[in-house]
């Protein structure tokens, strides 16, 4: 596959602090949130411009499904952009609520675990030729994402408990993962997930759903996170021998391997041996190196994932974390607990450092701990802040989203009741013309272009609004001016 599309989708821990009154439960917030959605969408479940998904999910946890991406730093920016349209949401949400009587602090977390132990996740979607043989996929594909958490995770202090101290993890998905494959996703959580919905022509591709990742505010770990992926997949694609790491236990090994900072703890395999994290993803990095030698690189980052790949499992393996401690998140995430923790003369176990570790996962722009890492050149950057901004009314213009995110906009330029999925455009107007687009990689459809054409000459004319216009439209992707995306404030405040 020369062009792979790839799409995350971000589920976020969402907090009221109240002032004097205690703050609204879950719930009750989520409808604040969501209430600028309803009134723009008529939906908690909409598609918007950019080509993105927004809804509310189980729990009511507010979810953002990034549109199809052909590009690594597509995908970066429109997940990104994502953060700031739940922002934007959050600030109104607030004004809701204090107008309402209930005034205080709306928190949203890109993070994986609240402080009650609940888990919310952040999963990853590769289109996979059908032809893929899904054993050979899965038992291949199960150990580099039990292992992956090394290159991927987003670190947590775990709370003492069963005779053992407080300590970091790697992961903080790890420990609430119930099965390696399986067709749920609430119930078992399973790292893989077997539904079949490839949202594309079923007879050419499939869906690989994958539930494991934890959340990343990092840029350059999204890059590993998902060009490491990309990379193993395309070895099994290609029918390219990969060694035997079949598991006994994948959820004993994730667990196991998450609480282990130093790499050293070794996991059974189906034949007996016993095998460190470090093992299993050297292999697998030693062959891409090949795999990458013999067929080129396929995009212009992949010599970039390779060098942070090696980078990150050298700082593993040797204790050295300074090696990618703007890089990774769960290296940034410790260095800045450590920071902390030895100016106050803290314990692990503090509840200050418990809350530097819900901080780092805040997105609002200018108080997130991690955008003020960022302004400090504590986090690398991978995409500027021009091409996040565009990517909340912009979809990736190399993929189908291009052509969803065309017709929403003109529909809604012209008032007409419509309904959009991944595949399915339709006007309620004009059913008999509906279309169903199953190419995801698909840029142009005459179809489509008549079927809009017939609503007036304005539709050609809505491609040249430029992006202020078009970001000043209501509904959820109207950003706020006072927290439009902008560089750093002349002075930030103490990190924490």
Known sequence: MDRRVVGVETEFGLAHRGGERRGLPPEETARYLFRPVLDWGR?????????????????SHPEYATAECDRLTDLIASDRAGELIMHDLALRAEQAMAADGYAGTLYLLKN??????????????????????????????LPFLVTRQLLAGAGRIVPAAD????????????DHMWEGISSATTRARPIINTRDEPHADAGVHRRLHVIVGDSNMSETTQLLRFGSTDLVLRMIEAGVPLGDFELEDPIAAIRTISHDLTGTATVPTRDGRRVTA????????????????????HHEHVDAVLELWERTLQAVSSGDHTLIEADIDWAIKKRTVEDVAARGGLPLDAPRLTQVDMAYHDVHPERGL??????RGRATRLVDDDAVRRA??????TTRASLRGRFLS??????????????????????????????PLAVEEPRLESLLDKLGDRAAGLQELDIEQRAAQPGPLALSERYRVRDAPPSDPPLI
């Open 410 to 439: 003109t529909a809604r330029a012209f008032g007409v009741e419509h309904q959009v999925d991944w595949v399915q455009h339709k006007l309620v107007e004009r059913p008999l013309e509906a279309l169903m687009l199953k190419d």
């Open 392 to 397: 909340t009314v912009d979809p990736p213009a």
């Open 112 to 141: 994986n675990i609240d402080s009650q132990g609940n888990s919310y996740g952040s999963h990853e979607n590769y289109l996979i030729p059908r032809t893929t043989h899904f054993r050979r996929l899965s038992t291949i594909l």
């Open 278 to 297: 470090v093992d299993v993803q050297s292999a697998l990095l030693d062959r891409s190196r090949r795999f990458v030698a013999e067929h080129g690189a």
């Open 370 to 375: 991690f955008r003020m890492l960022e302004r």
């Open 43 to 59: 939906s908690s479940n909409v598609f918007i411009p950019n080509g993105s998904r927004l809804y509310l999910d189980v729990g």
């Open 163 to 174: 005779g053992r101290g407080a300590h970091w993890a790697f992961s903080q998905r790890a």
